[in-house]
């Protein structure tokens, strides 16, 4: 493996900078820069990070002395962080100023991400959850000052867990590298202290993936975010923690009877109550939050499975979850803002269509991704012996279903306010852009069963079986 392999990472990172200084710079020489350059160099600067990982991220190597790993696994990962990445750089309303400052941000985070999912030891782990949780508050509180402190504050806490927990891992393992620690663990009983902090550990994490019961604050801070913040903090930072999960949990094999019922029963709780939360909040931006929070609880729930297929269903749904959930809260925004979701098939046939497409993969509604993915964990529930997890799952999913059923019925059968029985008032608007999560999200099911092929070559590059 040579150093030009870090080309993605280099140009994620180059391209945040870039976004981020190229309007001051143009300010401070008299100019002003266009908006539309900045959505097509972001959209430039992505598309090229995701075309060089697919093409070097299927070399398998490691550098720095081992520190930096390439593998299945890794490239899986990165590549749905920056499909993710696509989506929100394509559906962001880059009319809006905050837009300019947010979409940097969303590089950072899947940067971090990217960082966590080469990373070999608890150092590279913490760094690339840590930079990606910062850059999703750091967007919250662009707009809202207090939502930002909020959010800090969680997120100070988390990362306070998150470190306790990596601090006693590295007491028991003697070094920091991840082999290191699953060897430990192996080869000694599980005690109490040890499963203590890995509970504390993973209740940290709990917070940056948005589970309940540790998940309201994010979630109502997302849902008084920028649209584009949302899908920062609410998608590309929780694919950031899922795939620090999926590293750690990989190391922790050895203590799966103290932390997997935890898991399973958190997991279980929060399909269920953002099930719920979807069914009965009033604003269509608060829905898609909730749905999102229910699809992690499902990726979750594989991953308290834990073995090579449950793990390799849980990467499968956590594609689906960041090409829906990086769409959603900008596309619903849009809509709430605007006359509301009477009408909208009228008014914006395209935005309609995309936000139906995006809502049901997050309901897990046949035959969309996000069915195919919490289908795939269900077989592997029952597999596993974990039934009861499976029936709330399935309980929750059908609260979330009869949860779109109302912004669906209200697109394509009611009547706007500035509508009448002759006709819109207004002219009908052609939203090309919305169509991208939801064309991303049709090939993802053409595609599936290479991208299910390449998921399960990243479970068993963690070790799995």
Request: without cysteine; glycine residues 12%; positive net charge.
């Amino acid at each position: 493996m040579r150093t030009y392999d870090l080309a993605p990472e280099l140009i994620v990172v180059a391209a945040a900078v870039g976004l981020l200084l190229a309007p001051r710079l143009a300010a401070r020489s008299g100019g002003e820069w266009q908006r539309p350059w900045s959505r097509w160099a972001a959209l430039a600067a992505v598309l090229l990070a995701l075309g060089a990982e697919l093409w070097l991220g299927a070399t398998i190597g490691s550098l720095f002395g081992g520190a930096w790993q390439q593998d299945r696994f890794a490239l899986f990962a990165k590549a749905a962080l920056l499909l993710g990445l696509v989506v929100l750089v394509s559906v962001a309303d880059w009319e809006d100023e905050l837009t300019w400052d947010v979409v940097p941000l969303g590089f950072l985070a899947v940067f971090g991400g990217m960082v966590a999912a080469s990373a070999s030891s608890l150092v590279g782990l913490w760094a690339g959850l840590e930079l990606a949780a910062l850059a999703g508050v750091a967007a919250a509180g662009l707009a809202a000052r207090a939502t930002g402190l909020r959010l800090l504050v969680l997120s100070a806490v988390a990362g306070g867990l998150v470190a306790i927990g990596f601090a006693y891992l590295y007491a028991v393992a003697g070094g920091s590298s991840l082999p290191a620690v699953q060897q430990a663990l192996a080869s000694r009983p599980a005690s109490l202290p040890v499963a203590l902090a890995v509970l504390v550990l993973l209740g940290g994490l709990a917070v940056r993936v948005g589970l309940a019961p540790f998940h309201y604050a994010t979630v109502e801070g997302s849902a008084a975010a920028p649209s584009a913040a949302a899908a920062v903090l609410g998608a590309l930072t929780v694919g950031a923690a899922v795939v620090v999960a999926a590293k750690l949990l990989a190391a922790l094999v050895g203590l799966n009877q103290a932390w997997g019922p935890w898991l399973a029963a958190v997991a279980a709780f929060t399909i269920l109550v953002a099930g719920l939360r979807a069914l009965v909040t009033g604003s269509l931006r608060g829905m898609a939050s909730w749905l999102v929070v229910g699809q992690a609880g499902w990726v979750v729930a594989a991953l308290a499975a834990h073995n090579l297929r449950s793990t390799a269903a849980a990467l499968f749904l956590l594609g689906a979850l960041l090409l829906a959930g990086a769409g959603a809260p900008i596309l619903a925004k849009a809509v709430d803002e605007g006359a509301g979701p009477p009408g909208l098939a009228r008014r914006d046939p395209l935005r309609a269509a995309g936000l139906a497409v995006v809502l049901l993969s997050l309901a897990g509604v046949p035959p969309l991704p996000g069915f195919f993915g919490q289908f795939a964990v269900a077989a592997e529930l029952v597999r596993t012996g974990i039934g009861w997890l499976l029936g709330v799952g399935l309980l929750g999913s059908v609260v979330a279903a009869a949860a779109v059923v109302r912004p669906l019925h209200a697109f394509y059968l009611e009547s706007g306010a500035l509508e009448t029985r002759r006709g819109p008032r207004v002219a009908t608007s052609w939203t090309l852009a919305a169509l991208v999560p939801a064309a991303l999200l049709l090939a993802y099911i053409v595609f599936a069963y290479p991208v299910h092929d390449l998921a399960i070559q990243g479970a068993t590059a963690l070790g799995l079986r």
